[in-house]
């Protein structure tokens, strides 16, 4: 029982800027390259320093600082970005790379797997295109995506796959209009699990499919009328078995929090990152910032669901904005209400030192296009108060922090995968600067994947 894939066009092949044929680069994995003259924004939010030099060697990164501290040699490809920004790639906490077509929860499980599974890859290439170098997946393509980027047979961003995330029976991550048989076998990042013993069973599974964090749905979605944003769907004690379990295997876990008690109990359990939390209480952002629980608030995701909200003639559940039961008529101040509560809720999570990142949650080509997503979720951190810079650290070494790969990327210093972008706008002047049309270098792992230098 498939239905037909629609054409995808605005994925076709042959994207301007893509340097044929893939990899790029200078195709030599120890030559070296030398950017000259950019601003550098490096990551770690200390001030930008201009006519700066950052030398790429190989995958990585040898030395970077003000053009007179970093020698390189005459053996080196000069790329001049003289007026122009460097900073690292953008991380993308939080996206699924299902191939899914539709924006609804049966024809996503109904569509074609192996449709989907190609789909993903095409996901996959816009997020690098976009200047993502790395994101965490939920989806049950990612650890084979993470797979085939690695070997060079696809381009696309380096993946911390979590595999299918764990959703109670009727949860955010089951589909209701099909058989569970096939929401077993052909959901694209749901994996239903009830009490404690499937749970931990479920992370058992996660972990031996090759998942790296593992994701659970601890409140409703809001994809329809019964699965509301409002309801807790796991208990405290099947969180905490979770948690337990995701330890054993050394990862962490992933909470998608959209009401208050979710995000208690997800934070009492010891989650690793809470994601949306758009309805976090005191008590709760003390126990993140005591725990060093990160933050992924998907502010434009939330804005879109509004939208997408049966009120608003979308396909999905009631709008949703925490702690208002009674909405107005308006539609202008439902927005402006929930525009002022997510950024309320997130400038108090900042306050009280809550590390928070960036995640586009894209999860369909139409609705939440791949990239420029991640993008629209940097200014929109900005938007919602914070500065540029705290944005733009958000995106690149909190992202790599929130991923466990801080260690090897997020921030342009020696010893860091050359991940970078160059921009012909300065992000720090306007965080639109931030957008594919002024990225005139983009770097994976030393490899170019778009340059106009
Ligand atoms: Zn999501």
């Given at each position: 029982?498939?239905?037909?894939?629609?054409?995808?066009?605005?994925?076709?092949?042959?994207?301007?800027?893509?340097?044929?044929?893939?990899?790029?680069?200078?195709?030599?994995?120890?030559?070296?390259?030398?950017?000259?003259?950019?601003?550098?924004?490096?990551?770690?939010?200390?001030?930008?320093?201009?006519?700066?030099?950052?030398?790429?060697?190989?995958?990585?990164?040898?030395?970077?600082?003000?053009?007179?501290?970093?020698?390189?040699?005459?053996?080196?490809?000069?790329?001049?970005?003289?007026?122009?920004?460097?900073?690292?790639?953008?991380?993308?906490?939080?996206?699924?790379?299902?191939?899914?077509?539709?924006?609804?929860?049966?024809?996503?499980?109904?569509?074609?797997?192996?449709?989907?599974?190609?789909a993903s890859a095409a996901q996959a290439r816009q997020l690098l295109q976009h200047g993502v170098t790395s994101v965490r997946d939920i989806s049950v393509n990612g650890t084979r995506l993470r797979t085939a980027i690695a070997r060079g047979l696809i381009p696309g961003p380096e993946i911390v796959p979590c595999w299918r995330g764990l959703s109670r029976r009727g949860g955010h991550g089951d589909a209701r209009g099909v058989p569970p048989e096939m929401v077993s076998t052909s959901h694209p990042w749901g994996l239903v699990a009830d009490g404690p013993a499937e749970v931990r069973a479920a992370v058992r599974e996660v972990v031996k499919q090759g998942g790296q964090c593992v994701k659970v749905w601890a409140s409703g979605g809001g994809l329809h009328e019964n699965e509301p944003e409002d309801v807790q769907h796991y208990s405290l004690r099947e969180l905490r078995v979770i948690v337990e379990e995701a330890n054993y295997a050394r990862v962490p876990v992933a909470a998608h929090c959209e009401c208050a008690a979710a995000a208690k109990d997800a934070a009492r359990a010891g989650v690793w990152s809470i994601e949306h939390g758009e309805d976090l209480d005191e008590e709760t952002i003390g126990l993140m910032a005591e725990k060093g629980i990160s933050l992924n608030p998907t502010v434009v995701l939330l804005t879109q669901w509004l939208e997408q909200s049966s009120v608003f003639g979308g396909p999905y559940g009631k709008p949703y904005v925490p702690g208002v039961t009674e909405l107005p008529a308006d539609p202008e101040a439902i927005r402006t209400l929930l525009h002022d509560r997510l950024s309320e809720n997130l400038m108090a999570a900042k306050a009280a030192g809550v590390r928070i990142g960036v995640g586009s949650d894209s999860y369909c080509a139409d609705l939440t296009p791949f990239g420029l997503q991640t993008l629209n979720e940097v200014h929109a951190l900005v938007a919602a108060g914070l500065s540029e810079m705290e944005a733009i650290v958000a995106a690149t070494r909190s992202g790599a922090e929130i991923l466990r790969i801080g260690d090897r990327t997020g921030a342009i210093e020696p010893g860091k995968a050359a991940d970078l972008l160059v921009l012909s706008a300065d992000p720090l002047a306007g965080i639109s600067g931030l957008a594919r049309e002024n990225m005139v270098l983009v770097m994976k792992a030393g490899q170019v994947v778009t340059s106009g230098l």
């Open positions: 029982m498939y239905l037909a894939a629609p054409e995808v066009t605005q994925m076709a092949a042959g994207q301007p800027g893509m340097r044929p044929p893939w990899p790029g680069g200078t195709g030599d994995p120890g030559g070296r390259i030398a950017i000259t003259g950019a601003r550098l924004i490096d990551g770690r939010g200390g001030d930008p320093v201009d006519d700066a030099v950052v030398l790429v060697e190989g995958s990585v990164i040898a030395a970077a600082g003000a053009g007179a501290e970093v020698p390189f040699d005459r053996d080196a490809q000069v790329l001049d970005a003289a007026g122009a920004t460097l900073m690292p790639g953008l991380i993308d906490g939080h996206c699924h790379l299902g191939g899914a077509s539709f924006p609804d929860e049966d024809r996503w499980v109904l569509e074609d797997d192996r449709y989907q599974a190609i």
